[in-house]
């Protein structure tokens, strides 16, 4: 990961610009720069992913052009190949320095040919403005807002912006921004006809695009990990990869001390493939010593995003003190694809892709943050193989009546479309799925759920909870939540739309938690 900033406008000088800036020295912490651009400025922070020497260092700069990303351009090398037959010439092995010769030759029009996550921040010389731009899932993040004298200042993350913006937005995925307008290129889960085929032949195509999305994630001039949960998409993750690299690959799990449900088959998924495999455990007291630094970490208040997140930033925590990891894998987006435990309550076809464009859409707000933050935290970069954007257009694209669980258990056509290849154990591939939060131990949500009723009286969260408009508490433990988020990020609770909840409009939905061990239809899900 890398983090970027660029200021328009009457811009604060260098030394109150890095005030701001350095609250997220983390994500780059090889590098810093800050360069003049017109009348803004650019920022980066560099963790060297592609290009390892100070060459590959940001801003990049093209005659009067400029420009910061936070990204990994995919099949960037045959690019390169190609601007250099046009007479371009490179002086980095990073990838991100395609983008001012791209820029140059189709202008905007280049977002939406990227097969690339990014975030970026592009000064055109020439004309002396500011473009912004950022991938159509939002896996790298962006957030925006205006300072008084009407500039706008574009961040890697919130905390940049607080104290500096009075309303903090997130920068909307498959949009670029320019003269003051935001442009949509990319709406990827738009589908205007569903995809023909069989069965067969549609759980052939999702094997080979994901199998391509994750050859082209596999590159990299630093350290690969893998994020191994023992469920399904984690698992073929790093099944998929490790047969591909044809050498073992570093797996790391994490679970409670007490009562882990996911690291036996994390193990056991290791063992199978070959990998050097690393477990983390991690204790109550580590739990809620660590809840207040995670959600100043995350910039949420949303319960399931929270809950997932802590041992995600403690594994990787691990990772990154004990490892020389820089590269991590993981399995997110599967879940918003091919359907969760309660999308198993769709009542039609029709509402289970409509749920599927909704979960995709809001990503940025939740898983992807998720993973973002923790990974980025501890100075390392996240890959997400599910998240290729040719494979997400082809699943959406799927009839949702072969999606939707008609089959006795969730995700049967990801299953069977490696059915044959005995990548996993049928004990791993046939799994029936539990929620990561969960996974990691009944315990850990246990314990936040009980550390949360001794704060606050019956009266009391009545009370508090009712201060806020938006997002109304609706437990204590979101209030718990609610208030450390208000104590970083005062009054921007709008940067996330709602709590993520299973649809609760749909019969055996209407819950009052998140997670799916209070539906009717988790069995025997993490056990």
């Given amino acids: 990961m890398c983090a970027i900033m660029g200021f328009t406008g009457q811009i604060l000088d260098e030394k109150d610009i890095k005030i701001y800036f350095n609250r997220t020295k983390s994500r780059g912490p090889d590098m810093s720069r800050v360069e003049r651009a017109g009348n803004g400025c650019l920022c980066f922070h560099r963790l060297a992913i592609m290009g390892l020497d100070e060459t590959g260092m940001q801003p990049f700069c093209l005659d009067k052009n400029m420009c910061v990303c936070n990204g990994e351009l995919y099949g960037f090398r045959v690019l390169k190949k190609k601007l250099e037959s046009m007479g371009y010439k490179f002086q980095s092995g990073s990838d991100c320095e395609l983008l001012l010769p791209l820029y140059r030759e189709y202008g905007t029009e280049m977002f939406s040919m990227l097969d690339a996550e990014f975030a970026m921040i592009l000064y055109d010389g020439e004309r002396d403005i500011f473009l912004a731009a950022r991938d159509p899932i939002g896996i790298r993040p962006l957030f925006y807002g ?33 003269d003051g307008q935001f442009v949509r290129f990319a709406n990827i889960t738009a589908v205007e006809k569903y995809t023909g085929g069989d069965l067969e032949t549609i759980c052939g195509n999702i094997r080979e695009k994901l199998i391509a999305g994750i050859k082209k994630r596999l590159d990299a001039d630093a350290p690969l990990g893998f994020l191994l949960s023992g469920g399904l998409d984690s698992s073929l993750v790093c099944a998929i990869s490790a047969r591909i690299l044809k050498k073992p690959i570093r797996t790391f799990a994490i679970g409670m001390d007490t009562d882990a449900i996911d690291l036996k088959y994390a193990r056991e998924t290791a063992e199978y493939i070959g990998a050097e495999h690393m477990e983390v455990y991690m204790t109550r007291e580590q739990v809620l010593d660590s809840l207040e630094t995670v959600i100043a970490m995350l910039g ?133 799925k539990a929620a990561f939060s969960d996974a990691v131990g009944h315990s850990m949500v246990n314990d936040l759920k009980a550390y949360a009723e001794t704060r606050y009286t019956d009266a009391e969260f009545e009370k508090r909870r009712r201060q806020y408009n938006f997002a109304m508490p609706f437990t204590k433990e979101s209030l718990l939540y609610r208030e450390i988020f208000e104590k970083y990020y005062p009054g921007q609770a709008r940067m996330i739309r709602d709590f993520w909840m299973p649809n609760r409009t749909w019969k055996g939905c209407d819950v009052d938690d998140p997670s799916a061990r209070v539906l009717s239809n988790y069995g025997a899900s993490g056990a």
């Fill in 300 to 432: 949420t208040w949303d319960i399931t995003t929270i809950r997932a997140s802590i041992g995600m930033y403690l594994c990787c925590k691990a990772i990154h003190e004990r490892t020389n990891i820089r590269v991590l894998l993981t399995g997110e987006i599967s879940d918003e694809l091919f359907g969760y435990k309660y999308t198993d309550f769709a009542p039609s076809p029709e509402d289970f892709q409509t749920e599927a464009k909704k979960r995709v859409d809001e990503l940025y707000m939740y898983d992807v943050l998720r993973a973002d933050r923790c990974i980025s935290v501890n100075s390392l970069e996240a890959r997400v193989p599910f998240g290729d954007l040719d494979f997400v257009k082809y699943v959406m694209s799927i009839h949702p009546a072969l999606k939707v669980n008609r089959y006795g258990i969730g995700k049967y056509l990801l299953r069977h479309a490696f059915e044959k290849d005995r990548l996993l154990p049928d004990s791993i591939l046939w799994r029936q």
């Fill in 146 to 178: 205006y300072t008084p004298d009407g500039g706008i200042v574009f961040a890697s993350e919130a905390k940049n912006l607080t104290g500096l913006c009075a309303e903090i937005m997130p920068f909307p995925p498959g949009y670029y921004y320019q």
